[in-house]
């Protein structure tokens, strides 16, 4: 599994696309929303920022990042020699996700480290580290579903976007309206009792023992469990014919 995860690094460290995209563009984004922070507090609230940075890494950096690899690496048929190698199927997958996965990890931990810092320390750092690492599981199951059904590296670019957008569209939506109304529609989508518990967690209102904040986990968690099934039935390791 390690010696996967590392040449995998190595291809996405020679790649400059890879590197620009993953990388270059999601933390030039969340920068923009730090910078501006004052305006985006004023119309939402610093959680707000806070879900957004999350998820803007989890969306760009994570899950679109791991489809395209996935891609490219069943197109050339790397999937398909793995498997004739003595490493199962979960130690291939794991090797090829983790770099990616452990790069948006940094990513989060630095760029909310310095909004903290520039910004105010969120108000429940014990509720917001499971908020975020819930966060980005489910990107990363989400991932290995829509890779199942992106056929190269060039699809990734479509096969993406409505995930991407997406689960940022419902971050904004929450985090700028709240959960008033609409409350039990806006928590069941990708990504929105996710927002709710980081935009709670950084403001306040949500403690880590409560019975609300281990209820808004319970819709994330379930949106794991509904990639991870149709990822084992739609993920190939050959390219379709």
Known sequence: MLHIARSELLQMVRNRAVLITSLIMPVAACAFFIYYRDVFAAIGSLGYIGAVIVFTIGAFSLYATTVTTLAARRQTLFLKRLRST???????????????????????????????????????????????????????????????????????????????????????????????????????????????????????GLSPASGEAMLLLGPTLAWVLVAVLLASRLFRWEPRR
């Open 86 to 204: 003595a490493a199962g199927d979960a130690s291939i997958l794991t090797g090829l996700v983790l770099p990616t996965t452990a790069i948006a990890v940094v990513q989060v931990a630095a760029i909310l480290s310095v909004f903290a810092l520039v910004g105010s320390p969120p108000a429940a750092p014990l509720l917001l580290v499971p908020a975020v690492l819930a966060t980005l599981v489910m990107m990363l199951a989400l991932a290995l579903a829509t890779a199942g059904v992106t056929t190269s590296p060039e699809h990734a670019q479509v096969t993406t976007l409505p995930v991407s957008l997406g689960v940022v569209a419902v971050a904004s939506w929450v985090g700028l309206t709240g959960t008033e109304n609409l409350t039990w529609l806006k928590r069941l989508l990708p990504g929105g009792s996710a927002t709710e518990l980081v935009t709670g967690a950084w403001d306040g």
